[in-house]
């Protein structure tokens, strides 16, 4: 099932974000495809808020991994960047496997260079349409249905 949304400005973004946020299990993993300044980071500052784990989300670009818990939450979210990673031994490297449990939803840019990793995902297509507005497109499998209550408010 593939859905589109359009934003038009950072906040909707992050507005989007954390209506996918609140809808996101243990286990989940979010597969990011976009470009440089598609708004990765910035949809995943709405989500992070969403689930009840705040905003203060930065790029996990230099650090390769940022994870945001808090004690009072049952699921904690996992931002990785996969930029420079080339090889499953580099992949290793990171603990991306160690990460993947029930209690953490893991959310991967650049997941193209992991791709055969991966398996089930949600894939997060963020597509830069000029300006501020952006086109996204959440697809999920196995008939999970879970984003289409989203409303109509994004709807391309």
């Given at each position: 099932?593939?859905?589109?949304?359009?934003?038009?400005?950072?906040?909707?973004?992050?507005?989007?974000?954390?209506?996918?946020?609140?809808?996101?299990?243990?286990?989940?993993?979010?597969?990011?495809?976009?470009?440089?300044?598609?708004?990765?980071?910035?949809?995943?500052?709405?989500?992070s808020?969403?689930?009840?784990?705040?905003?203060?989300?930065?790029?996990?670009?230099?650090?390769?991994?940022n994870?945001?818990?808090?004690?009072?939450?049952?699921?904690?979210?996992?931002?990785?960047?996969?930029y420079?990673?080339?090889?499953?031994?580099?992949?290793?490297?990171?603990?991306?496997?160690?990460?993947?449990?029930?209690?953490s939803?893991?959310?991967?840019?650049?997941?193209?260079?992991?791709?055969?990793?991966?398996?089930?995902?949600?894939?997060?297509?963020?597509?830069?349409?000029?300006g501020?507005?952006?086109?996204?497109?959440?697809?999920?499998?196995?008939?999970?249905?879970?984003?289409?209550?989203?409303?109509?408010?994004?709807?391309?």
């Amino acid at each position: 099932m593939t859905l589109e949304f359009k934003t038009l400005s950072p906040q909707e973004t992050i507005a989007l974000g954390e209506e996918i946020g609140k809808r996101l299990r243990g286990g989940d993993v979010i597969a990011y495809r976009g470009g440089l300044g598609a708004g990765k980071t910035t949809i995943t500052r709405g989500i992070s808020s969403g689930m009840g784990l705040g905003d203060e989300v930065t790029s996990p670009t230099f650090a390769l991994v940022n994870e945001y818990r808090k004690k009072d939450r049952r699921l904690s979210l996992i931002h990785f960047d996969m930029y420079r990673i080339t090889s499953g031994e580099d992949l290793e490297t990171t603990g991306f496997f160690d990460y993947m449990d029930e209690n953490s939803v893991l959310a991967v840019e650049w997941s193209e260079n992991i791709e055969s990793e991966l398996g089930d995902c949600i894939v997060i297509s963020l597509e830069h349409q000029g300006g501020d507005s952006r086109l996204i497109r959440i697809e999920t499998t196995d008939g999970d249905d879970r984003f289409e209550d989203i409303g109509d408010r994004y709807q391309r």
